[in-house]
């Protein structure tokens, strides 16, 4: 069964400063798709990033960038520029389909409480 | 403004009361979802569908059913609440077999359901 770890329940950075949340994964498949959701103080659910397995090259989005490594099974999510509406919980997430069915897994979460 | 609508927004429930969360999506999405959010667990899977007419078990489904008689619809119903079913449920919809594999979840406001 496939699993994923958040190893950091809570970080904290400075404002304007770079963060890594990171995130390690466990499965047998090769065929995949790596997902980081942030979720604000107003509960939503916002997709941050996203990451195919088989791209070797790592996914950019403005500030938001990522480091996966995949014989190490991990998708670290590097936040550039911190700013103060970065404040959340970050989501790590892991997609793949098995016999047809397309089944998300979830870490714990990592609390980011950006400072000014 | 497309997405998922949850309802309601938060509720309270007398233990061993039975109670039905509505989440309704309007994208087409063959794929639905329900999660409960938990502190320290992250988003745990409650109930999937694939398609309308078809439904699975998640990783927490005891106490839960679903239904998905269409496309659109996917409620989730507690036939005898109890305390620790208190928690902030999710629905997400996806759309895998119908686009790209790389299709992330679009997720509801969530209900904050609490037992007492």
């Known amino acids: 069964a496939q699993t994923v770890t958040q190893s950091q329940p809570e970080m904290s950075v400075q404002e304007a400063e770079t963060v890594t949340l990171s995130c390690t994964y466990d499965t047998s498949e090769n065929n995949y798709y790596l997902f980081w959701y942030k979720q604000p103080p107003s509960r939503q659910m916002i997709l941050v990033i996203r990451q195919e397995a088989y791209k070797q090259q790592n996914a950019t989005e403005n500030r938001f960038s990522v480091n996966f490594q995949k014989a190490a099974k991990s998708f670290s999510l590097k936040i550039s520029d911190s700013q103060l509406g970065d404040t959340a919980m970050y989501f790590c997430?892991?997609?793949?389909?098995?016999?047809?069915?397309?089944?998300?897994?979830f870490g714990t979460g990592t609390r980011l409480k950006v400072l000014a | 403004t497309a997405g998922i609508t949850q309802a309601p927004t938060s509720q309270i429930l007398a233990a061993g009361r039975s109670m039905t969360l509505r989440c309704t999506q309007d994208m087409r999405h063959n794929a639905m979802y329900w999660y409960r959010q938990d502190l320290g667990l992250g988003l745990r899977l409650i109930h999937y569908?694939?398609?309308?007419?078809?439904?699975g078990k998640g990783e927490v489904p005891d106490g839960y059913s679903v239904s998905r008689a269409n496309t659109d619809d996917f409620p989730l119903t507690l036939a005898s609440a109890v305390p620790s079913q208190t928690s902030v449920y999710f629905c997400a919809s996806s759309d895998p077999a119908g686009g790209s594999f790389d299709q992330p979840q679009h997720f509801g406001d969530g209900t904050r359901l609490s037992i007492l």
């Open positions: 569908s694939n398609t309308a007419g078809t439904t």
């Open positions: 997430a892991f997609m793949s389909s098995t016999s047809g069915t397309y089944k998300y897994i």
